[in-house]
Structure formats: structure tokens, C-alpha cells
């Protein structure tokens, strides 16, 4: 087995404890993860590419960050599900993040249903928490997320496992129409880590 496949076949438990040890000595994400206390936003969340990516990075031996855009953090606030309440925490993980070397996406996930229709021209469902948003991603590769707990213990949340993401293989999820953006990003892997293996979408 290659090098970088090493902890494909792992039990969960120990893929869980690797990408913690991956995402802890990876400086920039844990300075996000702290930043996120500072924001004292509700059900936080760290996830998708600056996660994924970095564990293939990693194993991979590529420079830190590398195919790296941007680092999203998703929060649950029912609370207030107007886009000026958004916007303002927007601003205010601005000022959080400004010294990071690539941008920190903010999103209430509680809003999300409200706009992704007129954004993606079909329906999304109402969320419950951050969580769910992972459950309709186009891949289920990219269904992983982190939050930093008060004891500063890491916890990892992933619906679909982590067995395709150590195995580097993005898998589609049918759960919405994401044919688009899974085929879309799923290239976009491929020329930046060659050892990744697309599963098409299904017809």
C-alpha cells in the first residue's frame, strides 16, 4: 500500500486520532479553531476543504495549505435569521481572522435554506444544527468538520465516516442534486493531489 494510504483501512477510532494529531500541528487551523471562542458563536464548527485538505497534504508530504482557498466556519443561530445579524458576525470574524493567511468564511446555517434556493435555483432543507449541514455536501468525502470543546479537546464530526477521505477517494452524496459542484471539485482535487480517485456520480 502506498505511503499516503497508510490509514485507509483503519479502524474509525484511530482515523479520528490522526486527523486530530493532523489538524493540531497545523498552526493556522488551530488558530482559527481559538478564534472561534473569541466570536462566542453557537454550535461551531470548522470544516470541508481547510480539514480535508490539510490531512492529504500531510500524507502527501505537500507544504502546508497547499490547494488550500479558504477555511469555513459554520454556526447555528435561530436566534435571528436576518442577513444583517449574519453579516455583522461576518464583519467581526473579519477583524478575528485578518492576520491568517487565507480567508475564514462565516455562515449561519440557520439561514441557509433561505437563500440557497434563489442562489442554486432548487430547495434546501431547514437545518437543525451545524452538523446537518454535512449531510447534503456533494461529496461525502468532504462531510468532516471540528470543533475546539471548553477542555480544548478537539472533536471530530463526520456523518459518512472518514474511511474515503484516508483512502482519498471523493464519493458522490445524492442527497441533493449536486452532480455540478461534485464532478466540479472533484477535478479540482485531481490537479492538485493526483492521488485522489473520483467515483462518478451515478446516472
Known sequence: MSQHLRY?????????????????????????????????????????????????????????????????????????????????????????????????????QARVHLWYPQKFGSPYPQLTCSADMMRYYASKTHAVAVRIEEDDRLSVLAPFGLGDLFSFRITPNTALDNRVTHTAKGERARSIWPEVTVVPWPD
Not at 466556519?73 to 473579519?94: P, T
Open 8 to 108: 485507509a483501512d483503519a479502524d474509525p477510532e484511530t482515523q479520528a486520532a490522526v486527523l486530530v494529531e493532523i489538524v493540531r500541528s497545523e498552526p493556522v487551523l488551530m488558530r482559527i479553531l481559538m478564534g472561534t471562542r473569541s466570536l462566542g458563536l453557537l454550535d461551531v464548527l470548522l470544516g470541508a476543504g481547510a480539514v480535508y485538505n490539510t490531512v492529504w497534504n500531510v500524507l502527501t508530504g505537500r507544504p502546508s495549505l497547499s490547494g488550500i482557498k479558504d477555511a469555513d466556519i459554520a454556526y447555528f443561530d435561530g436566534s435571528d435569521l436576518s442577513y444583517e445579524a449574519e453579516d455583522a458576525v461576518i464583519r467581526r470574524a473579519a477583524a478575528e481572522f485578518s492576520d491568517l493567511p487565507l480567508p475564514v468564511e462565516v455562515r449561519n
